[in-house]
């Protein structure tokens, strides 16, 4: 029974983990793009570092497309991955939902 609880803890404790370090993204992507921007996205998730962003329209889709690099280097650096190591490798965007 102790080996049952104890796995579960584990998945939780991963689950939480993973939830949060989703927030901690979102958050550096909340800085990263101006008001008039943000009015057009919204943050879906990250998921071995490739983060999913949805888009209102093509425009804004081509838009934001232009800025991926920049805006990848941002959260990066707003993350704390100045050494050589990244948070986030790409950022997809894709017409959907916002």
């Known amino acids: 029974m102790q080996q049952i609880k104890d796995t ?3 998945i939780v404790g991963e689950i939480g983990s993973r939830r949060s370090g ?3 993204v979102a958050r550096a992507f909340e800085k990263a793009f101006s008001r008039p921007e ?6 879906i998730g ?10 209102d329209t093509s425009g804004w ?12 280097k941002l959260i990066n650096e707003e993350l704390g991955g100045k ?4 948070a ?9 939902e916002v």
Request: with cysteine.
């Open 83 to 86: 050494g050589g190591s990244s």
């Open 8 to 10: 579960v803890k584990k």
């Open 61 to 72: 889709l081509y838009h934001l497309s232009l800025k991926k690099e920049r805006v990848r």
């Open 38 to 43: 943000k009015k057009h996205l919204r943050f």
């Open 46 to 55: 990250c998921k071995n570092k490739i983060c999913v962003v949805n888009v």
């Open 88 to 96: 986030v490798d790409d950022i997809r965007f894709r017409i959907g």
């Open 22 to 24: 989703n927030e901690c």
